[in-house]
């Protein structure tokens, strides 16, 4: 179980990339992450207690990595709480079945954050452009 949430932390590493450089498609994505995050943090808080903050801290770090536009970071935050509080209501205490849905949740986070890490991946290097007021070079005599 430990190498499944290894998988999903790991992918939650500084990116990078800036959420502003993403696509639409990225930025939906990073709120899918968000909720399984949240999801996380509240199964695993069932069984660990309200101080267990491990999944928070992730979350706390990928906002960080990505800096997203303020309409992002709410559309993350958002989705962080809506997967905490559907979780929170489905197990609010640790029962067996919670090892069960943190399985599903961890697979369903390795999925999004491979996704993300493959977009990572694909994003092109541009030069930068000289500068275009620079004076032609000098010629030969």
């Known amino acids: 179980m430990r190498s499944m949430f290894?998988?999903?932390?790991?992918?939650?590493?500084?990116?990078p990339v800036l959420a502003q450089e993403r696509t639409p498609d990225l930025h939906q994505t990073l709120a899918e992450l968000?909720?399984?995050?949240g999801e996380s943090h509240a199964l695993r808080q069932a069984c660990s207690g309200a101080g267990d903050q491990y999944w928070r801290n992730r979350m706390i770090r990928m906002v960080e990595a990505e800096q997203p536009d303020a309409a992002l970071d709410r559309q993350i935050k958002e989705g962080f709480n809506a997967g905490f509080l559907f979780r929170r209501g489905e197990y609010p205490r640790c029962?067996?079945?919670?090892?069960?849905?943190?399985?599903?949740?961890a697979g369903r986070g390795?999925?999004?954050?491979a996704r993300l890490a493959?977009?990572?991946?694909?994003?092109?290097v541009v030069e930068p452009e000289p500068p275009t007021d620079m004076a032609e070079p000098a010629r030969p005599r």
Request: proline fraction near 8%; glycine fraction near 0%.
């Open 34 to 37: 968000a909720y399984v995050l």
């Open 118 to 124: 493959r977009a990572k991946v694909a994003v092109p």
């Open 110 to 113: 390795r999925d999004l954050s």
């Open 6 to 15: 290894a998988v999903l932390a790991l992918a939650l590493a500084p990116l």
């Open 95 to 105: 029962v067996p079945a919670v090892r069960r849905a943190q399985a599903v949740v």
